[in-house]
C-alpha cells in the first residue's frame, strides 16, 4: 500500500543512506566489520528480509514530494560512501544533490543550503549573515562543488 503525504512539500535529507541493509555491507557485498559475524545464516535471512520494506531506494523511488535536497559528506565516517551514493542513484529526477567536504556531521554551509532550500521552495524568508554558521559557533568545512564522489553516476 502506497500513502502519500500531500502536505509535504519540500525535504532535506541530510548525511542519510539507503538503509540499515547497505549500510552494515561493503561496496562488495560483503558485510562490514560492524555486522556480527557469528549470526545464523537463517537469522541473517530473516533480518534483511524485514528490514527490506524499509529500505530508502524502494520509498525515495515512489517519492511525490516535488522538492527534494538530499545531502552527504564525502568524509562520511558513520555513513558508508555506497550506500549514500545508492540513496542519490534512487531519487526522482526533480531531486537536488549536494556532496559536501565533511564527514558525518552536517556542515554549516549544508546547514544555511537547507534554509535557502526552504526559503526558495516554501516561500520562507531568506536566511541572513547571522545564520551563515548554522547551528555552529564556528565555521564548518566549506562546500565542495556538489560533485559526487568519484565513479558515481548522477542521478
Do not use: C
Not at 525515495?60 to 564525502?74: C, D, F, I, W, Y
Not at 558513520?78 to 542519490?88: D, E, R, S
Not at 534512487?90 to 544555511?112: C, K, M
Not at 551563515?132 to 565513479?151: F, K, L, N, V
Amino acid at each position: 500500500m502506497r500513502r502519500s503525504f500531500p502536505r509535504l512539500n519540500a525535504v532535506a535529507l541530510a548525511m542519510g543512506d539507503v538503509g540499515y541493509v547497505e549500510h552494515f555491507r561493503e561496496a562488495d557485498g560483503r558485510w562490514s566489520r560492524y555486522f556480527p559475524p557469528d549470526l545464523p545464516s537463517q537469522q541473517v535471512e530473516r533480518w534483511v528480509s524485514s528490514l527490506r520494506p524499509l529500505d530508502g531506494a524502494t520509498w525515495l523511488a515512489q517519492s511525490r514530494v516535488p522538492h527534494l535536497l538530499l545531502q552527504n559528506g564525502l568524509e562520511d565516517e558513520a555513513v558508508p560512501q555506497h550506500a549514500a551514493i545508492k540513496l542519490h542513484e534512487a531519487a526522482p529526477s526533480n531531486a537536488l544533490h549536494e556532496w559536501y567536504d565533511s564527514g558525518h556531521r552536517v556542515s554549516a554551509d549544508a546547514y544555511f543550503a537547507q534554509l535557502q532550500f526552504f526559503s526558495r521552495t516554501l516561500g520562507l524568508s531568506q536566511p541572513t549573515l547571522q545564520d551563515e554558521y548554522g547551528p555552529y559557533p564556528t565555521p564548518a568545512p566549506t562546500r565542495s562543488t556538489s560533485a559526487p564522489p568519484s565513479g558515481a553516476a548522477t542521478p
